[in-house]
């Protein structure tokens, strides 16, 4: 019998007045393996009534408190760690060695921001009265809302609920649907830490219905999201609309640079990762590569030798390199893609078909894709495919490289690879991008540091670090003046 999973609201389990249900569906076998709550707007409205009436007693526990609570919530994941990565790996394909990954960063996540707690909410700042104290003190925002995807279903609520939580809001969490059982363990894990009822809620459902309450609402006061561009738009829009703050980020086109004078091997390994681990379905997947004419051939062969070394298959088998896509849309999206470069001139090189096998016949499968001949206004140089497709590009020159990397509506991440220190500090100085990485894959940060991009890829606020601060606070300036 097909399990079913709750709503988690102001404390209890409970499932949605709808009396109805979503399927979560293997990608690797088209299986269902449980179903969760397809809610309504009235769910929505309980999970923000109870975050609202909880605030002000959570507001108001020391920040130290809190941070005990988060601190608890990282051992119970931890704890839980082999089941929370094979759900998610059965939910949308990933490897189970890369889902234990972000298990683990979601721990390390929890006890950064534990750590968060301990340190200053304010500044005193000297004031112009003889006897006046001034000074500043960082309050909570109020209600956040949090709508994550699926395509890093761990990692991505945590960086939004721990902070939102250390810095004293409480949260209504609507994950995306295709990995919602995930969703659900975690919130488990994170009650069982202690949190008390209200502070965490979490609703699953349809975008259009769950997500877009979550905008509209009167009772949540900020928005964090991480999906689509055209979705984005529309939580930008909501929250506007009600003066509520947001935070979104969305897409990438990450370019990686390879110049005549760098480690071949390294800029190919990290080159072939950034594109097609995760089975490219990353924001900060490498996308393009514009190589430098005298090393073009030599790099294109490096990366052909490690992209057909890949095996592909069910993501719970400890060998697999690249599981299946996340679902028949994914695939979809992905195959038009690969069949458009071709249409437009682009040579496929390699891969791009749907593997060879019975183990792959209902799965949502597709082989890693290497094009060349790709100019940049081809569509598969310009537009998110997310999937594992890599463009090699010719170019003469550094300037070249650079100018055409920047040629894109996006500014999420990019690599250059290069032993020359005077360019690498032309790349930080002139790559429109958040993150940059100098010799290293276009992909990942570490917990304490800022992440977010530019231009498209980002309403220009930082996830993760201290820099969370900014957008899960407010900031209020006190004066206080001894009567004589």
């Not at 404390?11 to 249900?21: D, R």
């Not at 999906?227 to 529309?234: D, E, L, R």
Request: aromatic share 8%; net charge negative.
């Amino acid at each position: 019998m097909t399990q079913t999973y709750l709503n988690f609201i102001n404390g209890e389990w409970a499932a949605s007045e709808t009396n109805q249900t979503i399927e979560s569906i293997n990608p690797a076998n088209n299986e269902v393996i449980g179903e969760v709550q397809n809610s309504s707007k009235e769910n929505v409205h309980q999970a923000t009534l109870g975050a609202k009436h909880a605030l002000r007693t959570w507001k108001n526990k020391s920040p130290v408190e809190r941070g005990t609570l988060l601190n608890k919530a990282a051992d119970h994941l931890e704890h839980q760690l082999d089941d929370i990565a094979t759900t998610a790996t059965l939910e949308m394909g990933k490897t189970i060695a890369e889902t234990k990954g972000e298990v683990m960063r979601g721990v390390a996540i929890l006890r950064y921001y534990a750590q968060e707690g301990l340190r200053q909410t304010g500044e005193v700042i000297p004031s112009m009265g003889e006897k006046n104290f001034l000074y500043t003190q960082r309050v909570p925002v109020g209600v956040v809302g949090v709508i994550s995807p699926w395509n890093f279903p761990i990692a991505i609520p945590i960086w939004k609920m721990a902070p939102a939580l250390i810095y004293g809001n409480t949260v209504v969490f609507k994950p995306a649907t295709e990995t919602a059982i995930t969703a659900v363990k975690i919130v488990e894990a994170m009650n069982e830490a202690g949190f008390p009822e209200g502070v965490i809620n979490l609703v699953t459902g349809k975008g259009s219905v769950v997500g877009q309450e979550i905008i509209d609402h009167a009772n949540v006061n900020a928005i964090t999201f991480t999906g689509s561009n055209q979705v984005g738009k529309q939580v930008a829009e909501g929250a506007i609309a009600k003066g509520a703050k947001y935070q979104l980020e969305m897409g990438g086109k990450n370019p990686a640079i390879v110049l005549e004078d760098a480690d071949l091997d390294l800029a190919a390994e990290l080159s072939v990762n950034g594109a097609m681990k995760h089975t490219g379905q990353k924001c900060t997947a490498t996308s393009r590569v514009f190589i430098q004419d005298a090393v073009y051939d030599r790099f294109k062969e490096k990366v052909l030798d490690r992209v057909k070394a890949i095996k592909v298959g069910d993501g719970l088998q400890e060998d697999v390199y690249m599981g299946p896509l996340a679902s028949r849309q994914q695939i979809d999206k992905v195959q038009s893609y690969v069949k458009k470069g071709e249409e437009e001139g682009a040579t496929l090189i390699y891969g791009g078909g749907v593997p060879q096998g019975e183990e792959f016949a209902n799965g949502f499968f597709i082989e890693p894709a290497v094009f060349e001949n790709v100019t940049n206004q081809m569509a598969i140089a310009q537009d998110e495919i997310f999937g594992p497709v890599l463009c090699l590009i010719r170019v003469s020159d550094f300037d070249e490289a650079l100018t055409l990397a920047n040629d894109t509506d996006y500014g999420l991440s990019a690599s250059l690879f290069t032993r020359d220190i005077a360019k690498a500090f032309d790349f930080v100085s002139e790559i429109e991008a958040g993150l940059i990485k100098v010799n290293g894959e276009s992909a990942g940060v570490e917990p304490q540091a800022p992440f977010g991009g530019m231009k498209a890829s980002s309403s220009h606020s930082r996830e993760q670090g201290t820099a969370a601060k900014e957008f899960f606070t407010s900031i209020k300036t006190i004066t206080i003046t001894p009567t004589p």
